[in-house]
């Protein structure tokens, strides 16, 4: 128990001087210097440093160090509460216990130059190349979903195939399983927009149609992200409702 209180105070400590003493994009003290700063021991501080990754308040930066992370502003008297909602049931799996037949349109796996917003998290490649796998799921034969997965030709000298992702209906999760890669935490961004020509035409909708798109980022460890994946919704096909529920004692 004291373990735990200690842990989160420090986390809390942690939070304290990033706040008053750096800004987004600076690179954090070493471990060795925050423990000593804080009067605790490296593996305090790592689990601290630990936590607030978790939390998205900091980066790391495979290789360099980590580094207080760069968010969108939010009024102030919105603030962000972290919860872990683990276990988390894919949407795949969602559709079919509900009894829906789940299966894949279109498929498509191409080595391609990533785009701006995907370059910037993966590790850099050497001729700028990354997978790009496209993936149209459809429920009960309509276009609800299309996917497209960005992933590293190779992490740690050891070749990606990305190819079982069009094969069958599979999740990244369990195929990073099978590289013997885990997992360690999974971010994501969800916002409007407007649907561009060539997402309209795939998922048959109207040009610029309102619709969600979701920007994940699966990292592996220090901030190495073995897969950056853009999700752009049908809203003909799916919505999403967020319930909040009281858990009784």
Not at 59 to 88: C, M, N, Y
Not at 139 to 159: Q, R
Not at 218 to 232: M, P, Q, S, W
Request: net charge neutral; charged share 25%; proline share 6%.
């Amino acid at each position: 128990m004291q373990e735990t209180h200690l842990s989160a105070r420090t986390c809390q400590e942690l939070r304290s001087h990033i706040d008053q003493h750096l800004k987004p994009g600076d690179r954090l003290p070493s471990e060795k210097d925050l423990a000593t700063l804080l009067s605790v021991s490296r593996t305090t501080v790592r689990a601290a440093l630990e936590q607030l990754w978790l939390e998205g308040k900091v980066e790391r930066r495979w290789g360099a160090g980590t580094f207080v992370r760069k968010s969108a502003e939010l009024p102030q008297h919105i603030d962000q509460v972290f919860v872990d909602v683990q276990p988390i049931d894919t949407v795949f799996g969602t559709f079919v216990q509900r009894g829906h037949q789940v299966s894949y349109l279109e498929t498509a796996c191409e080595k391609t130059t990533p785009p701006p917003v995907v370059r910037q998290l993966l590790p850099p490649a050497t001729d700028g190349k990354c997978w790009r796998t496209t993936r149209v799921i459809g429920v009960d034969g309509a276009p609800a979903m299309l996917v497209y997965d960005h992933i590293p030709l190779s992490i740690d000298g050891v070749d990606l195939d990305p190819s079982p992702l069009i094969e069958s209906v599979t999740t990244l999760t369990k195929l990073t399983d099978e590289w013997g890669i885990r997992i360690e935490r999974n971010d994501a961004t969800v916002e409007a927009i407007c649907a561009p020509l060539a997402v309209a035409e795939t998922l048959g909708i109207k040009l610029r149609t309102p619709i969600l798109r979701s920007t994940q980022t699966a990292e592996v460890r220090d901030g190495l992200a073995v897969a950056v994946t853009l999700i752009y919704q049908n809203p003909a096909v799916m919505s999403a409702r967020v319930v909040r529920a009281q858990r009784s004692n």
